[in-house]
């Protein structure tokens, strides 16, 4: 009895020593992942530069402005493309009067009931009286009548030419304000005003920036994991974050997981899309974040 007492007793202990490893590798694979080296980077930010060359005339934002996106920022010399615009509202209403004009649609249209009326009348006489009209005059009506016919059809061919005028007169139109509001300088997105080194009155060219925008909203939060942790993490895993020595934490996802590792030190990128609303953190932060696996 006291053999089969310590088989049982050998029995358990192999057990525990196998299942004991195992629990502990399992609690391993549920820990966070803990990411070395976290910087906070923006994730949104955007140049405003002119598209036009001109002076500039208006300036509406400044540093430190926040702003909505498509507002405007500032404002070049715009009165030359202001006349253009002008112009071709002034044809496009041109075009539509002469679209609207069917004074010789309807002319052509009587001038052929008058010269039909007047051949069936003449070929009515020759019934009755046989060689009352002669067979010249009666080709000169007949051709009249086909003249007249041609004459309605071209009619209505111009007005036709008259209606499409009018589409090409309303792109013009389009095309002299799309000129015009490209003298002026928006904001791309929503954000605030960071850099405006534009002043009044200076001549800007093309492309040369007038303003620089942030969005400090959510943020961008870099870091670097070991190869054997990024393969526990995945997009869209949860990721909180806290700056140094401070207890408020910060949550967000995991956006990405670089397929390479740093042959040097065996790390891979990553990095989340922190929420900051309440714009308490910064851009150029360093922090500590963990990552919890979605499905561990």
């Known amino acids: 009895m006291s053999v089969l007492r310590y088989s049982r007793l050998i029995t358990?202990?192999?057990?525990l020593l196998v299942?004991?490893?195992?629990?502990?590798?399992?609690?391993?694979?549920?820990?966070?992942?803990?990411?070395?080296?976290?910087?906070?980077?923006?994730?949104?930010?955007?140049?405003a530069p002119a598209q036009r060359a001109g002076?500039?005339?208006?300036?509406?934002?400044?540093?430190?402005?926040?702003v909505r996106k498509g507002d405007v920022l500032a404002e070049l010399d715009e009165r030359d493309a202001a006349l253009v615009e002008q112009s071709a509202r002034l044809e496009?209403?041109?075009?539509?009067?002469?679209?609207?004009?069917?004074?010789?649609?309807?002319?052509?249209?009587?001038?052929?009931?008058?010269?039909?009326?007047?051949?069936?009348?003449?070929?009515?006489?020759?019934?009755?009286?046989?060689?009352?009209?002669?067979?010249?005059?009666?080709?000169?009506?007949?051709?009249?009548?086909?003249?007249?016919?041609?004459e309605r059809e071209q009619a209505e061919h111009n007005q036709e030419l008259?209606?499409?005028?009018?589409?090409?007169?309303?792109?013009a139109v389009n095309a002299a304000r799309l000129e015009r509001l490209l003298r002026r300088i928006a904001a791309p997105l929503d954000g605030v005003v960071v850099d405006a080194p534009a002043k009044l009155g200076e001549?800007?060219?093309?492309?040369?920036l007038a303003f620089r925008l942030v969005n400090v909203s959510r943020l961008k939060a870099e870091g670097f994991v070991t190869a054997s942790d990024a393969r526990r993490i995945a997009a869209g895993d949860q990721a909180r974050l806290r700056l140094p020595g401070e207890e408020q934490e910060f949550t967000g996802r995991v956006v990405f997981v670089s397929p390479e590792i740093d042959p040097i030190n065996n790390q891979v990128r990553v990095w989340a899309e922190i929420d900051n609303?309440?714009?308490?953190l910064r851009p150029g932060q360093h922090a500590e974040m963990a990552i919890e696996q979605a499905n561990p």
């Open 203 to 208: 001549w800007l060219e093309p492309g040369q």
């Open 12 to 15: 358990a202990v192999v057990l």
């Open 19 to 47: 299942a004991g490893p195992a629990r502990g590798q399992s609690n391993s694979n549920d820990a966070p992942v803990n990411v070395d080296s976290v910087v906070l980077r923006l994730l949104h930010e955007a140049n």
């Open 162 to 171: 008259s209606t499409m005028e009018v589409d090409v007169k309303k792109s």
């Open 277 to 280: 609303g309440q714009q308490l």
């Open 55 to 66: 002076v500039l005339t208006k300036l509406l934002a400044k540093e430190g402005d926040v």
């Open 92 to 150: 496009l209403e041109i075009a539509k009067r002469k679209a609207e004009n069917d004074i010789q649609v309807r002319f052509a249209a009587k001038a052929n009931e008058v010269a039909a009326a007047e051949l069936r009348r003449s070929e009515e006489s020759v019934r009755s009286f046989p060689k009352s009209v002669s067979r010249s005059q009666m080709d000169v009506e007949r051709l009249e009548v086909e003249k007249t016919a041609l």
